[in-house]
């Protein structure tokens, strides 16, 4: 798989990617990446990319003309035309799914805005539009980064054992348990106990529970529609009526 970004900030990317499971992997070629600085797309003596809007207001725009020259350049090379990816707050938010989604793509551009946006007419080239939460970033560079590591460590080869990824939260539409490591007691704290037993079928139904319980206290929207046991919405009940108690209690 190749990732490609289109920016005006080309070398930001490199020190990211480099680094622990993303660097083994980019290292071991289980993913392609190359940076391309809009301003090679430019025709005038600054490397112009922005300018004012029209009809007034703060700051600068990104102009459409390098954007397009570059996407059309940057599609026509290599075999296969890239899946393109522009990046805004106004896009659809960004989730697991769609990292699980995207995975499946041989190619992907990014095209990363900076300023105040980009000439809405540049639009027309995405294929699809992300934005990566309810806040505004100050590039799309961030935001790259977020969907690249996150569909990276999808690929195959990148995570040491291929269960961690279905392990985590989200893969099963709850939040991932709890887990403990060494020193089993910290601070008075001890950690359940059936970790300790070697009980593996113990430890998966403690897993599966924790996983609910988990999910309920933090994160209920995510059991909208869940595929839950009548025992394991017992749980989810339960979960919630102590956490509606305790938000009372304070
Ligand atoms: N650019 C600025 N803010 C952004 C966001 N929240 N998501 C994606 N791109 C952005």
Not at 13 to 23: A, H, Q, R
Not at 24 to 45: G, I, K, M, P
């Amino acid at each position: 798989m190749i990732f490609e970004v289109l920016s005006v900030f080309p070398q930001v990317f490199e020190p990211y990617l480099s680094e622990s499971i993303l660097g083994r992997a980019w290292q071991r070629s289980l993913f392609e990446f190359v940076a391309h600085d809009l301003r090679t797309w430019t025709h005038d003596r600054h490397s112009t990319v922005d300018d004012a809007p029209f009809g007034g207001g703060q700051g600068m725009l990104m102009k459409c003309e390098p954007i397009f020259e570059a996407v059309r350049d940057i599609s026509g090379q290599g075999k296969k035309r890239p899946h393109v990816i522009f990046f805004s707050p106004c896009g659809r938010r960004y989730s697991e799914k769609d990292a699980e989604r995207l995975s499946s793509f041989d190619r992907i551009l990014f095209v990363c805005g900076r300023y105040e946006g980009i000439d809405e007419r540049a639009y027309a080239l995405a294929d699809e539009i992300v934005s990566v939460g309810d806040y505004v970033l100050t590039g799309g560079e961030l935001a790259a980064l977020v969907v690249i590591d996150s569909v990276v460590r999808l690929l195959p080869g990148v995570l040491g054992d291929d269960r961690s990824a279905k392990d985590e939260s989200f893969s099963q539409g709850l939040l991932e348990y709890a887990q403990y490591t060494r020193p089993a007691t910290f601070q008075g704290e001890r950690v359940p106990e059936v970790l300790l037993s070697g009980d593996h079928g113990a430890v998966s139904a403690w897993r599966r529970r924790s996983s609910i319980e988990r999910t309920a206290r933090w994160r209920p929207d995510l059991l909208e529609g869940a595929e839950l046991s009548e025992d394991e919405w017992s749980l989810v009940h339960e979960t919630l009526g102590q956490r509606d108690c305790e938000a009372t209690d304070v």
